[in-house]
């Protein structure tokens, strides 16, 4: 049962340009939402998070918008740089528990 | 500030074995959470240890079961490795717990079931 869903595996950009990238979920007691990076060889490295009690978060190059009504988060990247070339996982947690749900990734390749 | 920390980094079992994986947590950090992620997937929550106690498990068997030593570090043991246990097992350290942006992860333990 996948409560977190990244439907695009894969995703090519070129450098400068904007990278957007999705994840849906079905689960509406979810209230906190992150983005994670991944290199290979590395663990997951915290990048964004979001409230449900919000529509955007903003960090630098990185925004997270969250549509609680269609149960949908994207997450942009302006501008794309080759550095962002990684997998991308979104994870969801209801607000009193400690698990977190993650989709399945989204490759992120970004082209000089 | 030490990071976290996992070993071995590759491990190779047969099936019906028993392995544990070994986690240190980031300098300071009390809560840790283990992960598996099988491959083409996300990781999924096995369990979180908050001082030395289990606090909160996902929908593992009892086959997967955890410590946590009065240092915060922790290990993952699994007990007749089925095939399906072949993957990617991270452990993240935080704070307190809850605080997900306070999560940091290890590298992972790569783990192969034969």
């Known amino acids: 049962d996948q409560q977190v869903k990244q439907n695009s595996p894969s995703l090519s950009v070129q450098e400068g340009r904007i990278s957007i990238l999705n994840c849906d979920y079905t689960?509406?007691?979810?209230?906190?939402f992150l983005w994670y990076k991944k290199y290979p060889a590395e663990g997951p490295t915290f990048l964004i998070s979001?409230?449900?009690?919000?529509d955007k978060n903003e960090d630098g190059r990185f925004t997270v918008f969250l549509n609680k009504s269609a149960k949908h988060l994207s997450l942009h990247i302006v501008p794309s740089q080759p550095g962002d070339s990684a997998v991308y996982f979104c994870?969801?947690?209801?607000?009193?528990?400690?698990?977190?749900?993650f989709g399945t990734g989204t490759s992120l390749t970004v082209i000089p | 500030e030490t990071g976290v920390t996992q070993s071995p980094t590759h491990l190779i079992k047969t099936r019906g074995q028993q392995v544990t994986l070994r986690c240190s947590s980031q300098?300071?950090?009390?809560?840790v959470s283990w992960y598996q992620q099988a491959l083409g997937q996300g990781p999924q929550f096995i369990f979180q240890?908050?001082?030395?106690?289990?606090?909160g498990r996902g929908n593992f068997p009892p086959r997967f079961s955890g410590l946590q030593f009065p240092n915060y570090s922790s290990e993952l043991n699994v007990n007749a490795l089925e095939l399906d246990d072949s993957a990617l097992y991270l452990c993240?350290?935080?704070?307190?717990?809850?605080?997900?942006?306070?999560?940091?992860f290890g590298p992972g333990t790569r783990l192969t079931v034969l």
């Open positions: 993240a350290s935080s704070l307190e717990t809850g605080g997900a942006d306070t999560q940091y």
């Open positions: 689960n509406s007691m979810f209230d906190y």
């Open positions: 979001i409230s449900s009690i919000k």
């Open positions: 994870a969801a947690r209801v607000h009193t528990g400690n698990q977190f749900y």
């Open positions: 300098s300071g950090h009390n809560t």
């Open positions: 240890y908050y001082r030395e106690e289990e606090n």
